[in-house]
């Protein structure tokens, strides 16, 4: 074999490998760059499942129709992780049905994962007797590189696997708590609607009661939001509003929430700030913001919002006194279900749903942060 020739072509079926690719187009990858690289006329990938070694993929119908014998070739290098060339004469004395196939030589490369073997790749010679020692070398060393290919592309789909199972059960959890929490809802606030002015322990009780149950419906409508963005599902009804009205709304939702806590709005709009939106999205996209606020700073400290326009953009600053965020986790916060080391609340999700809602409404959210506390940036296109 030609030296520089194969490490070219070596080089050239990682960079191929590397590729974010399925784990049926991996084993296809595999056996096709294989193929090229010892010259053969067909191949498989064959891997142990359940204890027993069973084809992966193949190029070949008459490969299928190759039993693979549990004391046979396959097995012997899977077992002893070593290559191994089976010529016309060992196949004519062991295995005589290959032969009918017009096969005169396989080629049989071990594959294996932390010294663990995984399964092997074979390679079918119509027009060939014999394979020398030497140029098994670039064949093993490209089941290497294949092997952890292979288990990269599993990893992958089995992360994908459980990610979607997840969200899929938090979408059921999200639906069937919804119905016994609204029925609970309601009598909580009969309770404080009845309670509120006395100033009992049961009164106390019912005033807890009344905000766990609303940070509890928050949470189910997140999840609910959630599930249907991941689902492709969240739909937007879209109209000219007042982003000025939109704010102050949430601004009164908070503090029934956060009846202690001070929220400074700076620069509250005297005239309308029209926006093209869907009101309901963008409220609760600013409710998590200003409540993400006030959750990470102290009481005594206020929480400042400053909107402020010219001809074509909005921008709304929402800023807390916090102790920041660590720098290093500035990056990750945008991601969906990602909580910081300290986080107390929350299901990590109330980032990434106000940035969807946001650029849906083709505006930005941006977030600084430092010692002395974090500012959250909206930049939204007004009617012109």
């Known amino acids: 074999m030609d030296r520089t020739n194969i490490i070219e072509q070596i080089n050239r079926a990682s960079l191929k490998l590397l590729l974010p690719l399925s784990v049926e187009r991996t084993y296809k990858t595999i056996v096709h760059e294989a193929i090229g690289l010892a010259r ?14 069973k084809r992966a993929y193949l190029t070949h119908g008459f490969i299928n129709k190759i039993k693979i014998q549990p004391h046979g070739f396959h097995y012997r290098v899977f077992r002893t992780h070593k290559p191994h060339v089976f010529n016309y004469r060992s196949l004519s004395v062991f295995r005589p049905d290959i032969i009918k196939f017009g096969v005169r030589l396989i080629v049989i490369i071990p594959l294996s994962y932390k010294k663990s073997a995984i399964g092997v790749f074979s390679l079918y010679f119509k027009n060939r007797d014999d394979y020398p020692a030497a140029d098994l070398h670039p064949l093993i060393l490209f089941g290497a590189m294949a092997s952890l290919a292979i288990k990269k592309a599993q990893f992958y789909e089995e992360t994908g696997s459980a990610l979607a199972d997840r969200d899929e059960f938090l979408s059921l959890a999200a639906h069937e708590l919804r119905t016994p929490l609204t029925a609970i809802s309601g009598y909580v606030q009969l309770l404080h609607k009845r309670l509120n002015h006395k100033k009992t322990v049961e009164a106390n009780w019912v005033r807890a009661l009344l905000h766990e149950n609303n940070r509890m419906t928050s949470l189910m409508e997140e999840l609910l939001e959630i599930s249907r963005l991941q689902a492709g599902r969240l739909t937007f009804m879209f109209k000219e509003s007042d982003f000025g009205k939109i704010m102050s709304d949430t601004i009164s939702q908070i ?6 806590r001070k929220i400074v709005y700076e620069h509250a709009p005297e005239k309308p700030v029209i926006i093209v939106g869907d009101t309901k999205k963008l409220a609760r996209a600013l409710f998590g913001l200003i409540e993400n606020a006030i959750i990470y700073s102290s009481d005594n400290q206020p929480v400042i919002l400053d909107l402020r326009s010219n001809a074509s953009l909005l921008t709304l600053m929402i800023e807390d006194r916090g102790k920041g965020i660590n720098p290093k986790e500035l990056a990750k916060i945008f991601k969906g279900f990602y909580k910081s080391a300290d986080a107390e609340k929350g299901l990590g999700m109330g980032l990434y749903l106000a940035k969807n809602i946001i650029e849906k409404h083709q505006g930005s959210l941006s977030i600084k942060s430092g010692a002395k506390g974090t500012m959250a940036k909206i930049k939204l296109p007004l009617v012109i």
């Open 255 to 260: 503090k029934k929430y956060y009846p202690e």
């Open 40 to 53: 053969a006329d067909c191949g498989a990938i064959t891997l142990e499942k359940e204890g027993e070694l």
